[in-house]
Every structure is written in C-alpha cells, then in structure tokens.
C-alpha cells in the first residue's frame, strides 16, 4: 500500500518557540493532504487540507497564522506550528489521498507527538 | 455541519467473542470508510463502502452500510487478541468526517 512519512516521530519543545513537522508522500503523488490534531483517547479532528500549489484550508476554530501548512509538492506537506504554548501539545497526524486507485481512502503518517514545556 | 455518531466508544470482549461497533451520520454519506488504530499507532485503512446498502467482507470483518447511507457498521466474528485497537468509521468525499472512534478491547 501507500506510504507517508511523517518526521519528526516526537518533539519537545520550549513554549513560544515554533516547531516544523513534515509529510511525505513515499511511493505515490498526493494530491490533496490533510492534517489532523488528536487528543489522548479522542477522535481525529481535521485541522486544514492542503492541495498541491495553493492555499491550505483551515477548518472552524483553527488558526491559519498559527498553524502554517505549506504543500510545495505532490509528495510534501510541512506544517509549521508557530509560537507554541503548552495546549498546543497533542499527536499531530497527516494524511494523503492520491490519484491512484480510483479511491478515496487516505493513507497515514505515523504521527508527531508534540510536547511543549 | 456533518456529525458523525459512533457507538460504543469502549468494548470489552472475551477472546472468541464478536464484536459490533455502529456509525450514524446526520447527513446522508457519498461513501464512509473505516479505519482500525492499534495503541501507540495511527490509523490504518480497512475498506470503503459506496453503495447503499453494500456488504463487504474481509475474513472475519463484516461492514455494512444502510439502506439511506446514514449509518454503517463494522462486525468483528469471533475476536482475537489482535483485533484490539480503535475502530473509527470516517463519511464524506475528500473530506472526511471521523467519527469518535470504539475502543476494543479482547481479553485472553
């Protein structure tokens, strides 16, 4: 199957500093990808989904000027977590769709455990 | 917005068991898919329904999807250890909706 690579696997960090995570689609072009936030014992809550070339879509309640996604290219997305505080703490998980297959199941990152101090 | 409903969120089962975790949605679904998380892991795709009322089989898995296409459900035949996890069904197209997802868990 299709693999995504997420980097880093965990991060700690100092609050107000900012902090880059990285997507990468390894096998297969991904058009669209997303990011997700998800709390211990909680479901995945979309944060923005990003194409290829242009703007990220933020979803309600998520701010775009904190959480910065850039999609250079089919295969990378980085998210950029900007001026961290303590609530930003969470597991940070990616996924891309791609053209492939006809479907439009999303393959996973590993995920990034985000702690900030 | 589109919600969707997943129960039970917490299920303990005997090994050997079966299992059944339901999905409702408040809007009707181009397709829902699920997805199985093991402790520590991210989620990993299952299968994709499309059409109302399908039925697709994977071994021990059964997945339905209703007849209005508002609500599925994923059925587990006699559990195994390794079916633990947290089963999340996600509806929409492109954007998906993620329901809270039913923790198993299978005791030996």
């Known amino acids: 199957g299709a693999v995504v690579s997420q980097h880093p696997s965990r991060v700690i960090c100092k609050s107000g500093t900012s902090v880059k995570i990285e997507c990468r689609s390894l096998d297969f072009q991904a058009t669209t990808m997303f990011w997700y936030r998800q709390f211990p014992k909680k479901s995945l809550m979309l944060m923005a989904t990003s194409n290829e070339g242009s703007k990220a879509t933020y979803e309600q309640g998520v701010e775009k000027d904190k959480f910065l996604i850039n999609h250079a290219s089919l295969t990378l997305s980085t998210l950029t977590v900007t001026s961290a505080h303590p609530e930003d703490s969470s597991f940070y998980i990616c996924s891309a769709t791609g053209l492939a297959g006809g479907h439009n199941e999303q393959f996973f990152g590993p995920g990034t455990r985000l702690t900030v101090l | 917005g589109q919600q969707v409903m997943q129960i039970p969120q917490y299920q303990h089962v005997q090994e050997g068991e079966d299992f059944t975790t339901y999905c409702n949605s408040s809007t009707t679904l181009s397709n829902i898919q699920w997805y199985k998380q093991r402790p520590g892991g991210h989620p990993v795709f299952l299968i994709q329904?499309?059409?109302?009322?399908e039925v697709k089989k994977q071994k021990r898995l059964t997945f339905q999807f209703g007849e209005a296409k508002k609500n599925s459900s994923l059925h587990i035949t006699a559990t195994q250890t390794t079916d633990v996890g947290t089963y999340f069904c996600a509806g929409g197209y492109q954007k998906v909706t993620f329901g809270i997802g039913t923790k198993l868990q299978v005791i030996p």
């Open positions: 329904l499309v059409k109302s009322g």
